[in-house]
């Protein structure tokens, strides 16, 4: 079983920037396909940033977040980040990262993490 775990959520102005951060247990996420997802109060789980496990990564973003959301990984360290700038209101969320069983970013996400709460204030 592979555990995801979050940390860098909180609470920020818009305009604000976070950090967040997930861990991966097992080595089959090393190289994998990994993504952050989003979700908000009475909204549907959305995507927000994805990066393959290929030599040279293909990253997708959301189109809400391109240019203030930046994702990367570490394989060495088994680390994924998201990089938020000029947050806004509408970016308040549970965000959660995820995982595939697979190098690239196509299909549905076989691990989640718990979580990590982004508040953005007006």
């Known amino acids: 079983q592979v555990q995801l775990v979050e940390s860098g959520g909180g609470s920020v102005q818009a305009g604000g920037s976070l950090r967040l951060s997930c861990a991966a247990s097992?080595?089959?996420?090393?190289?994998?396909?990994m993504a952050w997802v989003r979700q908000a109060p009475g909204k549907e789980r959305e995507g927000v940033a994805s990066i393959d496990g290929d030599g040279d990564p293909k990253l997708s973003y959301a189109d809400s977040v391109k240019g203030r959301f930046t994702i990367s990984r570490d394989n060495t360290k088994r680390t994924l980040t998201l990089q938020m700038n000029s947050l806004k209101h509408e970016d308040t969320a549970m965000y959660y990262c995820?995982?595939?069983?697979?190098?690239?970013?196509?299909?549905?996400?076989?691990?989640w993490g718990q979580g990590t709460q982004v508040t953005v204030s007006s």
């Open positions: 097992r080595y089959a996420t090393r190289y994998g396909c």
């Open positions: 995820a995982a595939r069983n697979g190098i690239y970013c196509t299909g549905q996400y076989d691990w």
